[in-house]
């Protein structure tokens, strides 16, 4: 069994900085890409950033130069550095990662998400 648990979000005003984490945890062999994604009500979930195992990354145009994707391999832990963040930016953020399992199934797992609300 795999789990990722998201931490980080929260109420924050325009112009703050939020950094999300998710860790990863259980009968784990190997994570190869990790990510981070948001969902608002009645649109459908959205690439925000993801990073590969070497740290390769990528981003959504309208997250560039305000969010970072890191990952810290021997944590088995993805971190979302988010600043300049705007009202646009509320939404519930999940990450989710490519991890084969120690009976070497490799799948996609998703965290259960953490709000973030841009306000004043």
């Known amino acids: 069994q795999v789990q990722l648990a998201e931490s980080g979000g929260g109420l924050v005003q325009p112009g703050g900085s939020l950094r999300l984490s998710c860790a990863a945890s259980?009968?784990?062999?190997?994570?190869?890409?990790m990510g981070w994604n948001c969902q608002t009500p009645g649109k459908a979930r959205e690439l925000v950033a993801s990073i590969t195992y070497g740290g390769s990354t990528d981003y959504a145009d309208s997250v560039k130069g305000r969010f970072t994707i890191s990952r810290d391999n021997a944590k088995n832990t993805v971190y979302l550095q988010m600043n300049s963040l705007k009202p646009d930016d509320t939404a519930v953020y999940y990450c989710?990662?490519?991890?084969?399992?120690?009976?070497?199934?490799?799948?996609?797992?998703w965290g259960k998400g953490t709000a973030v609300t841009v306000s004043s």
């Open positions: 989710n990662a490519l991890i084969m399992d120690r009976r070497g199934q490799l799948s996609t797992y």
């Open positions: 259980g009968s784990i062999f190997s994570i190869n890409a």
